[in-house]
């Protein structure tokens, strides 16, 4: 079974900033099944990322994944109001713990 | 636009079985080569993949649920099923179902319920 460790756990940000999520796999995975995900409070999940680096019908171009092997990133280039919520990275049958983007 | 809806009781008994249903509309169920999901989420916790299953019936369970776990599919009512027996509080969550887009999402859950929360208790 292959476990996916995010980083941060959380991270304190203020809108107009640059956000960095790890995704760590405790093996080599395929690129093409690594996706991320973004919740907010109440709300089903929201397919950002699929394929470690398309985006999602509809996501913003400041969305952007990339990565290989055992690590992967994703990046929110400008941090928008609407950006803060929890961020999971998801390969197959796996979750990530999650990484919580809060205001600082 | 295809659209999943979540339904079943919000409260079961110890030791008793879950059993949920998701409707799909706007869409058929049968529609290749997509996989239709459960997932779970504890109170304030992460997410968890219960289990999957193709219109044609082949299943794939969580290991760690596959004893109790059971997914089904009836195209006839456009909707899939999951029941899991024995549940205890660890099984208290909120449950989605959601669609893997085989197609041109590379297995990602394109589609989400919007969850329906689940509550183990006597």
């Known amino acids: 079974e292959i476990v996916l460790t995010q980083s941060p756990g959380t991270l304190s940000l203020s809108p107009g900033e640059r956000a960095t999520l790890s995704c760590r796999a405790s093996?080599?995975?395929?690129?093409?099944?690594l996706a991320w995900y973004q919740q907010k409070p109440g709300q089903a999940p929201r397919l950002l990322i699929y394929g470690a680096s398309s985006r999602a019908t509809g996501i913003p171009d400041r969305f952007s994944g990339s990565g290989s092997g055992t690590e992967f990133t994703l990046i929110i280039s400008r941090l928008e109001p609407e950006d803060f919520a929890v961020y999971y990275c998801?390969?197959?049958?796996?979750f990530g713990g999650g990484t919580k983007v809060e205001i600082k | 636009q295809l659209q999943l809806q979540e339904s079943g009781p919000g409260l079961v008994k110890p030791s008793e079985t879950l059993s949920l249903t998701c409707t799909v509309s706007g869409g058929s169920i049968s529609s290749s080569p997509h996989y239709w999901v459960w997932i779970r989420q504890p109170p304030g916790k992460g997410l968890e993949w219960i289990g999957s299953i193709y219109y044609r019936g082949s299943t794939y369970y969580n290991p760690s649920l596959k004893s109790r776990l059971t997914i089904s599919v009836d195209t006839s009512k456009n909707h899939f099923s999951l029941t899991l027996s024995s549940v205890t509080a660890a099984d208290t969550a909120v449950y989605f179902c959601?669609?893997?887009?085989?197609?041109?999402?590379?297995?990602?859950?394109?589609?989400w319920g919007q969850g329906t929360m689940v509550t183990v208790s006597s």
């Open positions: 959601a669609r893997k887009n085989r197609r041109d999402a590379d297995d990602a859950f394109d589609i």
């Open positions: 998801q390969q197959l049958g796996s």
């Open positions: 093996q080599s995975v395929s690129n093409r099944y």
